[in-house]
């Protein structure tokens, strides 16, 4: 079959993968070819056990593979045949040399650029996918200009604006698609190329152009803004808990007001995922970088009220249980930073269970899609940690639950049998605010909500 276009996604991770599969389902026209080094990776897509989990993610790769859309190592083949290169590569926060914790390590970006010159025998248009900081692309185009071949390469920015549970929605019924490019003919016709594809789904009202640098500063300002909104509901479920107010009631009448909204506004022992953090890192770095300490330092507040959560979270644990929890089973429902995806990457789950096991609790860890992912975040720390899928044998001779993912079988579970097969006091550590806190409490469970009154049955 002859395709319109080639387009190649280099990078077959939780923004590429289910990005180019639903490219794919809606554009029958296009070729769309997957790329990664990584072999077992692109088995796996190549599977029906595909290597991230987003519901509805299967059937739509189903409705496309081997039709339109393929997923391969053969990266330098893949940037030959593509007329059009999303590069969605890794760019995790630094961890060494200058802006180490703030700064984007761009080491797999820069490899991707050179790779594409050096295998590239035409002229392409290149987006960018992956999270990056202000003025990327212009460090982009610098190294895909260097070409001896008389190659032209435009560059646009077409960052992701995905909620991890809720990636493959977001994709077909997006709120928008943002394309920023070079403010030149040949940049906006480049920008009108991407808008045609996108066109096929999503209605043109909701496609918008932009300048490079304002598409990649609204990536990271919009998930600074969401980030911000958690912190706040958290710092305000800290007063609550020392007012007897209730921060569910707040959240409500606070989130009622139409110039606010009510998402986002859920207290929780803190929001996690690779792009919050990193992103507000990447702005607090930004600021710095041009002198705008006073700009960096309100963004840096919205990171440190989220530690001092999670951190609040595990002094609860332990003050609660009588402030000491060595040898003391204690079972995390759920470790998956959110419900709906086996993602732990900055996951309270992460932080709390190495707290406890540093106070020398038992941990047990239950997670319906995230134990693989917990068993390798948590390898090599010291202490008892097992990991259980079934939540009822989990919690056999227990003395504490908290529960850290929101999932909706949590809600369902049946806490009377729970409750008869722990030890005595039980107690329970509602990290996200999801359970019924009073039917809890009359089973016999003691009771500790965020931003809420506890519910004890201590004289």
């Not at 009377?416 to 996200?432: C, H, N, T, V």
């Not at 605010?433 to 409490?441: M, R, Y």
Request: proline share 3%; with cysteine; charged share 25%.
């Amino acid at each position: 079959m002859k395709f319109a276009k080639n387009i190649l996604c280099i990078g077959a991770g939780y923004v590429g993968g289910p990005t180019m599969a639903v490219i794919a389902a809606k554009c029958p026209g296009c070729k769309v070819t997957v790329v990664d080094v990584n072999e077992e990776r692109i088995r796996r897509w190549n599977s029906d056990d595909l290597p991230i989990f987003e519901p509805g993610l299967l059937d739509v790769v189903r409705s496309a593979r081997g039709r339109n859309l393929f997923f391969s190592n053969d990266v330098v083949a893949g940037i030959k045949a593509a007329d059009i290169i999303f590069v969605s590569v890794n760019t995790p926060t630094k961890t060494f040399g200058h802006g180490a914790g703030m700064a984007s390590d761009l080491q797999y970006w820069e490899k991707t650029a050179h790779e594409i010159v050096a295998h590239a025998d035409r002229s392409k248009i290149i987006v960018e996918k992956s999270t990056l900081p202000v003025r990327t692309a212009e460090a982009m185009e610098c190294i895909l200009q260097e070409n001896k071949k008389g190659i032209h390469f435009e560059v646009i920015s077409n960052p992701e604006f995905l909620s991890e549970g809720s990636a493959v929605m977001n994709l077909l019924e997006p709120d928008r698609v943002l394309i920023g490019s070079r403010q030149t003919e040949s940049g906006r016709k480049a920008a009108q190329e991407i808008a045609a594809i996108f066109a096929h789904w999503v209605a043109a009202d909701k496609i918008i152009t932009s300048n490079l640098w304002s598409a990649e500063l609204s990536k990271l300002v919009a998930n600074a803004f969401l980030a911000q909104r958690i912190s706040s509901i958290n710092a305000v479920s800290a007063l609550c808990e020392k007012t007897d107010a209730d921060v569910a009631e707040i959240s409500f009448a606070v989130g009622s007001d139409t110039r606010i909204g009510p998402r986002f506004l859920n207290a929780s022992v803190g929001f996690g995922g690779s792009c919050f953090k990193k992103d507000i890192l990447n702005l607090v770095y930004i600021c710095r970088s041009y002198d705008l300490n006073e700009v960096a330092d309100y963004w840096q507040a919205v990171i440190k009220i989220n530690e001092y959560q999670q951190e609040r979270f595990v002094r609860k644990i332990i003050k609660e249980m009588f402030n000491t929890i060595v040898g003391k089973k204690i079972v995390l429902l759920g470790f998956a930073f959110k419900a709906n995806t086996g993602d732990t990457r900055e996951s309270p789950g992460i932080f709390v269970a190495g707290k406890l096991l540093e106070e020398r609790a038992q941990l047990v860890i239950s997670d319906p899609q995230a134990l693989e992912n917990a068993r390798k975040d948590l390898a090599g720390l010291d202490g008892s940690v097992e990991y259980e899928p079934d939540p009822y044998r989990a919690a056999v001779d227990a003395q504490a639950i908290a529960v850290i993912t929101e999932w909706d079988i949590y809600r369902k579970l049946d806490f009377a049998k729970i409750f008869a097969s722990m030890r005595k006091p039980a107690f329970l550590f509602d990290g996200r605010n999801i359970l019924d806190h009073q039917k809890l409490f009359k089973i016999g469970f003691n009771v500790f909500p965020l931003g809420k009154p506890s519910l004890t049955h201590f004289k």
